[in-house]
């Protein structure tokens, strides 16, 4: 079966995961925006990667436009935050909040940790990262920012068994 990667976050972190992920599953890794037409079409599945910013995703935007096309693939969804994965709950408020009911019901989702450099972050995101704190902590919950880096090659063994079990579905 064809499948194509398409993600998008800000700092590396979706990056890294998509392509350790391109290399195992040898397929493209593709920065949401810069596909071409015919790479989604020709496809069987879709892997959509997205880091999460005050609690939406990077690629909210590009999968509203991509809905009908998205619609008839397989699809499956890696979401990268500084919420720690045991934290299901939260995790999933966030594809509930973004993604569609329609998306969603066709979609397999995995939750894999994220990184952060304090130092590295645009000044509007330090600035995000501090509000967006503030006001969690209001809330009762916790927005770390505290330098992380939870990124590993092995969370992937997950989704791609997820991905082996289709192609083995295939050629039954
Ligand atoms: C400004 C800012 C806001 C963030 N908001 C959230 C959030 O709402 N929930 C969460 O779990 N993680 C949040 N994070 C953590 C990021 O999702 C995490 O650092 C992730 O690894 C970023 O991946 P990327 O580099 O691929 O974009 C935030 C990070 C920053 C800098």
């Known amino acids: 079966m064809k499948g194509i990667i398409i993600y998008k976050g800000k700092y590396g972190a979706t990056r890294q995961y998509a392509i350790w992920l391109g290399n195992i599953l040898n397929i493209p890794a593709v920065v949401a925006g810069s596909e071409a037409k015919g790479d989604l079409e020709s496809v069987d599945y879709i892997i959509l990667g997205t880091s999460v910013y005050i609690g939406k995703l990077q690629l909210r935007q590009w999968v509203e436009q991509h809905q009908d096309l998205l619609l008839r693939k397989r699809l499956f969804l890696f979401l990268v935050a500084g919420t720690p994965v045991s934290e299901k709950e939260k995790l999933q408020e966030y594809i509930a909040v973004n993604v569609s009911a329609e998306i969603r019901s066709r979609c397999?989702?995995?939750?894999?940790?994220?990184?952060?450099?304090?130092?590295?972050?645009?000044?509007?995101?330090?600035?995000?990262?501090?509000?967006?704190?503030?006001?969690?902590?209001?809330?009762?919950?916790?927005?770390?920012?505290?330098?992380?880096?939870?990124?590993?090659?092995?969370?992937?063994?997950?989704?791609?068994?997820?991905?082996?079990?289709?192609?083995?579905?295939?050629?039954?």
């Open 108 to 172: 397999s989702c995995f939750f894999l940790p994220g990184k952060l450099v304090f130092n590295k972050l645009s000044l509007p995101d330090k600035i995000l990262l501090r509000m967006g704190s503030w006001l969690a902590k209001k809330r009762g919950e916790n927005i770390v920012m505290t330098d992380y880096n939870h990124v590993s090659r092995e969370l992937l063994f997950e989704i791609v068994d997820a991905v082996g079990k289709l192609n083995e579905a295939a050629i039954k």
